[in-house]
């Protein structure tokens, strides 16, 4: 999809840089997967022009949301993306993608047994957390837990993008980037989450500089990471930590929402209808 619709070079770098090799080889797909019918869906859903694909477009996002939680929190976005469709459509589609996501767990509506694992281990699924700018930021604001801070400023962060119209339209590569720079716990896998949107931005200064930190995440061992096995035990310093990537992921928004960084190919279409 890249390669079709960004560049032939962007394809080609998200496909072969070392971070996606190295994820990819060490961890499965899932993120993947659910980034790739998120954009589908959106993709779909900026240019529907009738009911039918409209309703395939949400189904498509309701799938990918039902696959992994990656963009749950794009939806917060959905009111601010004003040139994309009308509000009510945005919210009919962020309302029954939500739908399908819930309706997925149909078949078990009747076992009470199976709903409470449902509700703690998917609503109430607490994944990584540490190793992070939100979790420092957090201990300075007593009484504010970092989970909910993450999600506070990934939400609000779509207030910021909406005053950017040519981004509305590849918002969700924009959020996977915004999404990793204010997680509120990093692993190794989340390294490749934002790659879609970061080599979007290739041009970027930050896009190098990411690479070359997340790299060194993925193949050192240090006690900043708290890793404490790799495939190839190499050893640096305290310097490299998951907080200077997610730094290396800000700078890179800075660059966006300034206009010094342009996406590639993708922003460039204006096509897209106004209203339902």
């Not at 996977?176 to 204010?182: C, D, E, P, S, V």
Request: hydrophobic share 50%; with cysteine.
């Amino acid at each position: 999809i890249l390669y079709r619709t960004a560049s032939p070079w962007t394809g080609i770098l998200f496909f072969l840089n070392p971070v996606s090799i190295a994820v990819t080889g060490y961890h499965i797909q899932f993120d993947n997967l659910a980034i790739l019918l998120g954009l589908c869906g959106w993709m779909l859903f900026c240019r529907a022009k009738t009911l039918p694909l409209t309703l395939l477009a949400t189904l498509t996002f309701g799938l990918s949301l039902s696959l992994k939680h990656v963009f749950s929190l794009f939806l917060g976005w959905l009111p601010f993306l004003a040139s994309i469709r009308s509000l009510r459509a945005r919210l009919l589609f962020g309302g029954g993608a939500l739908l399908v996501f819930v309706s997925s767990f149909s078949p078990w509506w009747s076992d009470e047994a199976a709903w409470a694992g449902i509700r703690l281990n998917v609503f109430g699924y607490v994944s990584t957390e540490g190793h992070s700018l939100t979790c420092n930021l957090a201990s300075a604001l007593p009484g504010l837990p970092p989970r909910t801070l993450f999600i506070l400023l990934t939400v609000l962060s779509g207030a910021f993008i909406a005053r950017r119209a040519p981004l509305h339209i590849i918002a969700p590569h924009v959020y996977l980037i915004t999404l990793t720079a204010l997680s509120s716990g990093m692993a190794r896998n989340y390294l490749a989450i934002p790659l879609v949107g970061v080599f979007l931005f290739r041009h970027s200064r930050f896009t190098i500089i990411y690479l070359c930190i997340a790299t060194f995440c993925l193949v050192t061992v240090n006690a900043a990471l708290g890793v404490s096995e790799v495939v190839g035990r190499v050893s640096t310093s305290g310097l490299i930590t998951y907080e200077l990537a997610q730094a290396a992921l800000i700078g890179l928004l800075l660059d966006v929402l300034s206009g010094r960084a342009t996406p590639t190919g993708l922003a460039r279409r204006q096509d897209l209808p106004r209203k339902p």
